[in-house]
């Protein structure tokens, strides 16, 4: 029997950063986040989850659940995300949240959408609570999309 959207929040909020410790015998947290994005595929309305992937995202900030990893292909894969992105980054600027705004200026041309997504990554870099990851990642997105928007003028 399939578990309700309530049991997998319940089960994402109980991963803890030695989940993805690989220096820890019990480590199973990459196991336990595919099978979990399996169950939210398997929803009847996998969009709901979306806040609570982002919320996991933002508490296990400085854990390497995957580059991209599967929060972020299950987000991508549902779709329609785009302005939970914008309150996650805001509230809680993380290396993935910051990967998937690049994403989305990588296929983005048009210039008021890109100016709108380089702010939000300028305004990401003044929050004085992000890691010194987090703020790596947006100084090295930031001039690789100066640089794109440089050699397509």
């Known amino acids: 029997m399939a578990r309700s959207s309530h049991q997998i929040e319940s089960d994402l909020a109980s991963l803890l950063p030695e989940d993805f410790d690989v220096w820890h015998q019990d480590c199973n947290g990459l196991d336990r986040l595919y099978t979990l994005m399996d169950e939210i595929d398997q929803l009847p309305q996998p969009n709901r989850m979306v806040p609570a992937l982002f919320r996991t995202i933002e508490r296990l900030v400085d854990v390497d659940i995957g580059s991209p990893g599967p929060i972020v292909h299950t987000i991508e894969r549902i779709g329609g995300y ?49 890691s010194s990851q ?16 440089n050699k397509t003028i």
């Open 82 to 130: 785009e302005q939970l992105l914008i309150e996650s980054i805001q509230r809680k600027p993380t290396p993935l949240t910051a990967w998937m705004v690049n994403r989305i200026l990588n296929a983005t041309h048009e210039q008021s959408i890109r100016e709108k997504w380089l702010t939000l990554f300028e305004q990401a870099q003044e929050n004085t609570e992000i």
């Open 134 to 149: 987090t703020r790596q990642n947006l100084v090295d997105f930031i001039r690789f999309q100066q640089t794109r928007d």
